[in-house]
T-cell receptor
Framework: AQTVTQSQPEMSVQEAETVTLSCTYDTSESDYYLFWYKQPPSRQMILVIRQEAYKQQNATENRFSVNFQKAAKSFSLKISDSQLGDAAMYFCAYSDLISSGSARQLTFGSGTQLTVLP | DAGITQSPRHKVTETGTPVTLRCHQTENHRYMYWYRQDPGHGLRLIHYSYGVKDTDKGEVSDGYSVSRSKTEDFLLTLESATSSQTSVYFC?????????????FGPGTRLTVL
């Protein structure tokens, strides 16, 4: 079974600074998806960024980017120019890339609580 | 935003009582999921559905059952609630043609079992 590990339960960053959240995963598959979800105090789960394992280029979405190291099974999230609205719980998630008839469930890490300091 | 609603949004119940949570979608998506969120565990899959009347178990299915009689509704039932089922429950949906396997989540239901 796949596992996802987030070893930083809490992190903090100064407003306008850069912070990196870590995620490692374990899988025997060669093709898969990785995601970062954000959960603000409203509890809503919001997709931040996704990465297809077969793509070597790291995904980027505005101030959010990933460092995907396939051999090391590492998938970190970098938030640049941190804003107060970035304060949230961040979850790393993994999904197999198998047939369209499969469940393709998400396997989540335990989350990192990010605090942004003014 | 994907059209997903969950009801109720909050519920307090007593041990041993049955509880049903409802997930409703307006996207006509084939796949629907129930997750629970607990501190230190992230979200864990309870059950999922891949079509009307087609369901299967997830990682933490003990004590839960599900039903899907219509595409738009996916019900999660706790036959006899226990305190260990106090949690936040999320429903998610995914389209059959979702190449990126993106799942869209509902707002969550906070369930407290006393």
């Amino acid at each position: 079974a796949q596992t996802v590990t987030q070893s930083q339960p809490e992190m903090s960053v100064q407003e306008a600074e850069t912070v990196t959240l870590s995620c490692t995963y374990d899988t025997s598959e060669s093709d898969y998806y990785l995601f970062w979800y954000k959960q603000p105090p409203s509890r809503q789960m919001i997709l931040v960024i996704r990465q297809e394992a077969y793509k070597q280029q790291n995904a980027t979405e505005n101030r959010f980017s990933v460092n995907f190291q396939k051999a090391a099974k590492s998938f970190s999230l970098k938030i640049s120019d941190s804003q107060l609205g970035d304060a949230a719980m961040y979850f790393c998630a993994y999904s197999d890339l198998i047939s369209s008839g499969s469940a393709r469930q998400l396997t989540f890490g335990s989350g990192t609580q990010l605090t942004v300091l003014p | 935003d994907a059209g997903i609603t969950q009801s109720p949004r909050h519920k307090v119940t007593e041990t041993g009582t049955p509880v049903t949570l409802r997930c409703h979608q307006t996207e006509n998506h084939r796949y629907m999921y129930w997750y629970r969120q607990d501190p230190g565990h992230g979200l864990r899959l309870i059950h999922y559905s891949y079509g009307v009347k087609d369901t299967d178990k997830g990682e933490v299915s003990d004590g839960y059952s599900v039903s899907r009689s219509k595409t738009e509704d996916f019900l999660l039932t706790l036959e006899s609630a226990t305190s260990s089922q106090t949690s936040v429950y999320f429903c998610a949906i995914r389209g059959d043609t979702s190449d990126h396997n993106e799942q869209f989540f509902g707002p969550g239901t906070r369930l407290t079992v006393l």
